[in-house]
């Protein structure tokens, strides 16, 4: 694994690396095509220190998992841009994480049923009265009628990135400046 | 190229993509070191039809860019939840755009300039009361210290699809409902 290059960036803190994830609504999963990178945005679940998700049974991204299951499924929050007279330190402020790792499809039921329901609790949490049940998950279709599978990362190798205000610059705001350079 | 497995949802205007490129503030960079993906979230601009933005000259990113200039730059905006009383028809209103190409470094310094002044209109359009110089852009540097690039991608193929508000499905609001399975 290469080191982080800015590594004044880097963030260590495992605990709001996981929350980050947990409430972040988009991740963004890479695989490759032979020579030829592919990225899908994705909604996404954290459950005991994995990433899952759900897709189509059918199509490229399950293609592409079956041909090379190494994934890298990216995180970032873009928390806007900081001004100053400079150009070169007009920048922006963010926080992201690299997640690296095998993707396996879940077979275990009730794993997949935890995680479906795992991913209900994030996204619409409170909206259903009653919990998901393995019968539920064993009928699941996605709209074209295909089944849908549910995938696990389990991360070898992680890393985060935070770009935090800057207190000596300032958020932008649309006030006009002379370039200073 | 595979097409879109859910064709219903591709979006074949070719204006409304270039209006939501211009908009969105962040793009996914999905590149291959190997068999492993990697994938990197970048501010972006879109200027003649090519997608430009800015690195260190030095880093992983360039390194693996070297090795491999294939890539793919996801684009993706997410609407929000759509429920429905079936967990199988809650779902996600997006757009996303995927374009595929090989990557180049901008060697001409007018097309660099250009570039790195579209990325200031983008990010803080009128902050600055005067333009970049071709000088300034000789003497760039990050704030690390190494020169920045400039890179371009004139992609080769593009696809994008969208997942429009379902008039028959609510945005989720919290209210609480019993599952219909």
Known sequence: MN????EKLECKDDKRIE?????TRTGYLGLTDGEVPYVVPLNFVMMKEAVYFHGAA????ID????????CFTVSEDYGTMVSPIPAKTDTAYFSVMLFGVLEVVTDLNEATAAMQA???KYV??????????AHIEKYRSSLGSHTLVYRLVPSVHTAKENPLNPQLAFYSGRKVDMDI
């Open 58 to 61: 059918h199509g490229r991204k």
């Open 19 to 23: 929350q980050f994830l947990s409430e």
């Open 119 to 121: 991913i209900l609790d």
């Open 3 to 6: 080191k982080i290059r800015q």
């Open 64 to 71: 592409l998992i079956h041909s090379n299951p190494n994934c």
């Open 125 to 134: 949490p409170g909206y259903y009265h009653n919990s998901l049940s393995q």
